[in-house]
């Protein structure tokens, strides 16, 4: 299973930003879906995700801020982020977890993509 991410890019603070990611291969269901994020020194943490039955999760620093959605196609997510902050600057991963065709568990990630938020 690959996932694709769509590119990040500079944002000014207190701008938005929308992320798509797509799930391609084998896929016979997907459990949950979502993004992580990973600033430079820092440890990877939980931005939002959402589970089969659509309902979302999200870390802490960005609730009231971001939004989670499954796409119009198949197999995919976006993230609407809004009211950025320098904070937000990280490389973000795309993240699924479901069933193959085959039966076999994944837990796929993307190659990441940065976004940056300064003035």
């Known amino acids: 299973v690959q996932l694709e991410e769509s590119e990040g890019g500079l944002v000014q603070p207190g701008g938005s930003l929308r992320l798509f990611c797509a799930g391609s291969g084998s896929i016979f269901s997907i459990d949950v879906m979502g993004w992580y994020r990973q600033a430079p020194g820092k440890q990877p943490e939980l931005v939002a995700t959402?589970?089969?039955?659509?309902?979302?999760n999200y870390g802490d620093s960005v609730k009231g801020r971001f939004t989670i959605s499954r796409g119009y196609a198949k197999n995919t997510v976006a993230l609407e982020m809004i009211t950025m902050t320098p904070e937000d600057t990280a490389v973000y991963y795309c993240n699924a977890r479901g069933h193959e065709s085959d039966g076999k568990t994944f837990d796929s990630w993307g190659q990441g993509t940065q976004v940056t938020v300064s003035s």
């Open positions: 959402i589970i089969s039955d659509g309902s979302p």
